[in-house]
Structure formats: C-alpha cells, structure tokens
C-alpha cells in the first residue's frame, strides 16, 4: 500500500543525499586550504631554517612542503574523495608531531597546533574532530611531560608546556562550540528548505502532491523511462456530482469528501505510484511499469473503493468517481498528449452514465 506522497517523492529525489554531497564538497575544499596554508607555512619555516644555517632542518622542512604540495595536486587531480580527508589529517597529523618532537625553527614548532585545531574540525566536523584533537592532545600531554620522552630533541621549559596544553584544550572546545553551532544552524536551514519544498509540492487539503509535483514526476518518469523503454499508465478521476454535494451538504463536508477519496486512492496504490490532486475534485493517478490494461483494473478497483465510502457517512451520500485510463509511450507521445487522452476518456465516462472506467 502506498505510505503517503513523502515516500513517493524520495523515489526522485533523496534530499539527506544531497546533504552528504554538499558536506562531502565543503570538506574537500576545506582540506584544499588546509594543504595551502601548510604548504605556506612550512615553505616559510625551511627558508627560516635555511638562513639560520640548520640546513638539516631545511631540508626535512622543504620535502614536507614538496610532499603536500604533491597532496594537493593529487587532491585536485582525483577531485570529490571521501578518503581526501584522511588524507590530509594524516599529512597534517604527521607535520605536527614532527615539529612538536624537534621543535621547529627557534622552538616555535608548537605553534603549528593553531592551525592544526581549527583543520581537524573542518575535516571531521565538529564530533568527529574533536574525539581526534583530544586523542592528540592527550598524546601531546605524554610527549610533553613524560621524562626524556624517546624522540623529543627541542627544550620547553614547564610553564610553557602547561600553557600550550591550556591553550590547546581551550581553543579545542572554542572551535567544537562554534562549528558544533553552524552545524545546527545548518541542519534547520535543512529543515526549513524541506518544510518549503514540500509545501511547494504538496496538497495542502489532501496531502497529495500537487499539479506542479505531479508534472515534475511525469517528467521524471518519462526521461528515466525514455532510456529504459519502459511504459506507464495515468488514470483521471473526477467525482460525480461533487457540485450538488457542496451545495447541499455545505463545503466543509465537501473538503472531507476530498480528504477521505484521497486517503482511499493513496492506500489502495503503490509505493512506487504518484497520486495526486489535479484540481478541484480531480485526481491523478501515475502508475509505472503499468501498462493499459493493467491501468484499467487498478482504476475499477479505485472506483468500487470510493463509491464504498457511500456507506460511511450518516445519513449515507452518493459517492462516485469516473476514470479514464491511457497508457503513456514514452518513445512515440508525449505527457501532455498523454493528458489529453486520459481526460477525454474520463469525460466519456461521465457522458456516458458517470460512475465508471472508460480505458479505449
């Protein structure tokens, strides 16, 4: 049975998708940055080291900085990556501790982690980049404060050890804070642009899709059926009479009329079907993988099911609805020629007696 036109509308477009897509792209572009500034800096650093006279530290420095230069080559060369980022939190990783183990030029090689906090956000959002900086942080602490660490050569003194890991634990929390912030921020621009979007699309009286979305997914299923060579069927129902139930009943009993026939056309469908409201007491139905006759049965089975809603009101009123049926050729009609054939045939069914399914 058919859960109701949301789940119809994923069938074309997955919005979470396009939402991992568009934070996929951020964060390669971010990890873009991060490789030029790290280029930039350590490039600075070799030719700092260079013209103080450590020429071993140069050296190291300038392949660091050949290295991600080859990165970010690669980075651009391969393009959309999910790896990317482990990647260049590797590189990063990497240059951070070597700068913290030999100190860097004159000793500044701590200083590096005011990039290295803000990048690791970036790269892995603010939960992801956070469990990382405090796992680095917590190596830093052992580096730092272990006796004769194996590998430390640079010297800091203890006081400037305490007020780097204060600095490196503040500055971690203040950047999970504020990108733990834009991330909320983004998920309600998320949900408001969905809100819209299916007020867009949606029904408000029925909470069918709409003549828009209903054209939107005749579209879609023509292009996709055009590659497959597949068919569809489209069935136009009008209710009977609907004019003198207004009149007679009042426009409020007229609207539950039209919310109840809806619900009957959404649960007697598929999932994979489109029901809609075409205007006024009119609907639509898209039926793929359908062929005409296939198209006509499910029509007969509607029809018998909306005028069964007859007995559910008190007193009972007549309820009826005429179909016409056409099946859509994608390689030789088009949708609106389609249209064209299923209402005229639905306006048979109403001349011809109404309450009934014309499909040739």
Do not use: C
Request: glycine share 10%.
């Amino acid at each position: 049975m058919n859960s109701g036109y949301n789940n119809q509308n994923l069938a074309f477009r997955d919005p979470l998708e396009e939402a991992r897509q568009i934070e996929l792209r951020r964060r390669i572009q971010a990890s873009a940055y991060m490789l030029i500034f790290s280029m930039a800096i350590t490039g600075a650093m070799a030719v700092i080291a260079l013209t103080g006279g450590d020429l071993w530290q140069a050296t190291t420095l300038f392949g660091v900085a050949v290295l991600i230069l080859g990165a970010y080559i690669t980075v651009n060369l391969v393009g959309p990556s999910r790896k990317t980022p482990l990647l260049v939190g590797t590189l990063l990783l990497v240059l951070y501790f070597y700068l913290l183990l030999s100190g860097g030029v004159n000793n500044t090689g701590l200083m590096w982690a005011v990039m290295l906090v803000p990048g690791f956000i970036n790269l892995y959002g603010y939960k992801g980049g956070t469990a990382a900086l405090l796992g680095i942080g917590g190596a830093t602490t052992l580096v730092l404060f272990y006796p004769d660490f194996p590998g430390l050569t640079a010297e800091y003194d203890t006081a400037y050890r305490a007020r780097f890991i204060a600095v490196f634990g503040a500055l971690t929390a203040l950047t999970a804070l504020l990108d733990s912030s834009r991330h909320q921020t983004q998920k309600l621009l998320h949900r408001l642009t969905q809100e819209l979007e299916d007020r867009a699309s949606t029904d408000a009286l029925t909470g069918l899709a709409n003549r828009r979305e209903a054209y939107r997914a005749m579209n879609e299923l023509e292009r996709r059926n055009r590659h497959l060579t597949g068919r569809y069927a489209v069935l136009i129902g009008d209710l009977d009479n609907f004019k003198t139930i207004n009149d007679t009943y009042g426009h409020a009993f007229g609207d539950r009329v039209l919310q109840d026939v809806a619900e009957t056309l959404r649960d007697n469908t598929r999932a994979d079907d489109i029901v809609a409201r075409w205007g006024g007491e009119e609907f639509l139905v898209l039926l793929p993988n359908t062929d005409l006759q296939g198209g006509g049965i499910l029509a007969e089975k509607l029809r018998d099911r909306v005028e069964a809603l007859s007995q559910k009101y008190d007193p009972p009123v007549t309820i009826s609805i005429s179909f016409g049926v056409a099946e859509g050729d994608p390689a030789s009609a088009t949708h609106g020629q389609l249209l064209a054939e299923a209402d005229a045939r639905m306006y048979r069914a109403k001349d011809g007696g109404r309450n009934q399914v014309v499909a040739v």
